[in-house]
């Protein structure tokens, strides 16, 4: 399957999820004894996935495919807490995502904003690369790091589209990549297939803790100290205590280390994957200097 976080391929989308009836375990009995069980699995699984495809689409860049207003997404964000409530979901998440809906996201401003703050370039506040925030940027283990990511996603039949422009260690597609889990995790609970849901979960809990719990606490606390009031920095704040609850239900320590790339990777065309002049660009940048005389 394509693997597409920057919003092409919809198959397996929460957004759909969400339009049908209320997950139920239909190959098992109604007075079956673990029947509800594994509904409200499913139902906190389908909450769950949800948030983290808000959060993917929170950190792409805004002029990369076709995003429907920001104000759209209240509705489905507010029935996922209240979904993950049940679980134990702080309240404090559902007012950080209030306070997040009325910071000003008019699309000119969000391009702006996201190229100064997270746009791919060493001059970003705080770039969403993992390998760049674990001391491996331009080494040979970053190669290594995100060949263990992609390799992840491989182990679900999941390749990177060839249109989405962006590294597997970009936020959006880890963010993605467990959205995917938890519609995988929610649809075998569905089914009762119990064994393959937990695969899903054990999953979900080594990619939070071998990767994605590694670097978004300091990238959340860099982003939002650059952008307090803005929607990026409330989109951070909003991450971090999202998967601060996640770390707290699989019993995920992670990391306390607040720190910053010191060095990065990106090259002159790296630093153009999200523009739509990236070909002209690079063309330009690479041309020799004419000689004269």
Known sequence: MAFDPCGRNRSWTLRAALDRPPARVHPRAPDMPDAHEHTARGDLALGRALLYRFGSELFRHPGRGSQAPWATWSDGVRTALDAC????????????????????????????????????TPRAAAMPYETEWCGAAGDLLQFHQLG????????????????????????SVELAF????????????????????????????????????????????????????????????????????????FGVTSSEVRHSPSETSLSLEDCCVSCGQVAACTVRISAPAPRHG
């Open 85 to 120: 409530a049940e679980d134990g979901t702080t309240s404090e998440l559902g007012g950080s995502f209030e306070q997040w809906l009325s910071a000003d996201s008019r699309p000119e401003k969000l391009a702006r904003d996201h190229a100064r703050l997270i746009g791919p």
């Open 148 to 171: 263990d990511i992609s390799a992840f996603y491989r182990a679900f039949g999941l390749d990177l589209d060839a249109q989405c422009g962006e590294r597997a260690d970009h936020l």
């Open 178 to 249: 467990l959205h995917f889990l938890c519609v995988r995790e929610a649809d075998l609970a569905e089914l009762g297939m119990v064994e393959l849901a937990e695969l899903c979960r054990d999953t979900e809990q080594k990619f939070l803790s071998e990767h994605v719990t590694r670097w978004t606490p300091a990238f959340c606390a860099r982003l939002g100290a650059c952008d307090p009031k803005g929607f990026y920095g409330r989109a951070a704040r909003f991450l971090d205590l999202w998967l601060g609850d996640e770390c707290r239900r």
